[in-house]
């Protein structure tokens, strides 16, 4: 069993829609969770931290459920430029600071 | 500029050399990891390093060999290059600790093994 699990998608939605990927995680022990965001094979960039139940940050929400062992991201008024694959990362920083991440999940915002 | 920075992006070598992809960060960060990420799949550890002098095996170590002499630098060696060792190979550096163990990643070096 994967540590961390993702639905690939694509996810295929139109500008100015809301779209949600859910994770789920194997370890309970984890204690970190973050969103990462990538183009296309180059560099994965933080998107948000989950560090509590949940996290805002303008278009992009992020919630964590510890007691189900899931991590949601909410992306709301979807723009041409969210078209990315957005990556679900887990560590566990008592486990030799081991992270873990999902395969993706890949969003495309058409016009 | 502050950063993590790796050398070179690209890279052609034919099988049997021996290539060592270059990591450097300026944050001082305690740990490293070097990633591989295959067309169409996900990252998938290599190594990584706690410190100077501490390193460790990740998911996929064979053919590959590190080191980390300094804390801001840690070097990934192809032994002797395989082309199923081709791909992009990102570095990437974090503390430890709540709040602070954000993983960031350099840019990638983008290896072709002919």
């Known amino acids: 069993r994967k540590e961390v699990e993702q639905d690939p998608g694509p996810f295929n939605v139109p500008e100015g829609a809301t779209v949600a990927f859910n994770c789920t995680y194997s370890?309970?022990?984890?204690?970190?969770f973050f969103w990462y965001r990538q183009d296309c094979r180059k560099e994965p960039k933080l998107l948000m931290s989950?560090?509590?139940s949940g996290n805002e940050d303008g278009r992009f929400t992020a919630q964590l459920n510890r007691a189900s062992q899931y991590i949601s991201l909410l992306i709301r008024d979807s723009k041409l430029s969210d078209s990315a694959t957005y990556l679900c990362v887990v560590n566990d920083r008592y486990n030799f600071n081991k992270f873990y991440f999902g395969s993706g999940t890949k969003l495309n915002v058409k016009p | 500029d502050a950063g993590i920075t790796q050398s070179p992006r690209y890279k052609i070598t034919e099988t049997g050399r021996q290539v060592t992809l270059m990591c450097h960060q300026t944050w001082s960060h305690s740990y490293m990891f070097w990633y591989r990420q295959d067309l169409g799949h996900g990252l998938r550890l290599i190594y990584y390093s706690a410190a100077a002098d501490i390193t460790d095996k990740g998911e996929v170590p064979d053919g590959y060999v590190v080191s980390r002499s300094k804390t801001e630098n840690f070097p990934l060696t192809l032994e002797s290059a395989t082309r199923s060792q081709t791909s992009v190979y990102f570095c990437?550096?974090?503390?430890?600790?709540?709040?602070?163990?954000?993983?960031?990643f350099g840019p990638g070096t983008r290896l072709t093994v002919l």
């Open positions: 990437a550096s974090s503390e430890w600790g709540l709040d602070t163990d954000t993983q960031y």
């Open positions: 989950v560090y509590s």
């Open positions: 370890n309970s022990a984890s204690q970190s």
